[in-house]
């Protein structure tokens, strides 16, 4: 099924994407191999955050290709699960945090029928 909804990546969609906008393909792709050079973070640790990330944004294609980067740099089983639960904590927390939205909203609403 989840085949059916996002297809395989290949090189022909890569080739694809690049033939219809080149300088920002190749600006992308200079990127995302800056971000994911060695520096401050080492490499391992950066997968296990993109790992984490792409939980939360949900990209099937990033789940699997970083967490594939994430093992071939050293990262554990248990190091990306924990990753992943991480991400969890970290999306429900968003959720939580906003909830006082709703709560000031109605908050005022009966505030004004009170009036």
């Avoid at 395989?8 to 190749?26: C, N």
């Avoid at 600006?27 to 080492?42: H, Q």
């Avoid at 939580?96 to 908050?107: G, K, P």
Wanted: charged share 20%; with cysteine; proline share 5%.
């Amino acid at each position: 099924m989840m085949k059916d909804i996002f297809p395989q990546t290949t090189p022909a969609i890569a080739a694809r994407r690049k033939q219809l906008a080149p300088d920002i393909h190749d600006a992308f792709t200079a990127f995302s191999e800056r971000v994911f050079a060695p520096g401050a973070l080492p490499v391992k640790t950066k997968q296990l955050i993109a790992v984490a990330v792409a939980h939360v944004t949900q990209c099937p294609y990033c789940i699997r290709g970083h967490t594939k980067a994430a093992q071939r740099h050293g990262a554990t089983e248990q190091e990306i699960m924990e990753a992943i639960w991480v991400a969890a904590e970290m999306r429900a927390g968003g959720a939580y945090a906003h909830s006082a939205l709703a709560l000031d909203t109605m908050e005022q609403a009966t505030n004004k029928q009170g009036d």
